[in-house]
């Protein structure tokens, strides 16, 4: 049985999104822009570490 769904998971725009409280399309402006949180690209995917998106959260709230 293989269970890894939420071992080490990555986040989806969609995961940030909801978490953020901001619409995709700012998340892909971001990216685009070089600015937001930390993103990596896999394939055509943008993929979201969930400890570097909180660290970020707190660097951009102090």
Known sequence: MNNI????????V???SDYLGVPVKTLYQWKWRGEGP?????????????AKLRAWVDAEAA
């Not at 769904?5 to 989806?12: A, F, H, M, Q």
């Open 38 to 50: 930390p993103v990596k690209k896999i394939g055509r995917h943008l993929r979201y570490d969930p």
């Open 5 to 12: 769904s939420n071992i080490d998971r990555l986040w989806t």
């Open 14 to 16: 969609e995961d940030v």
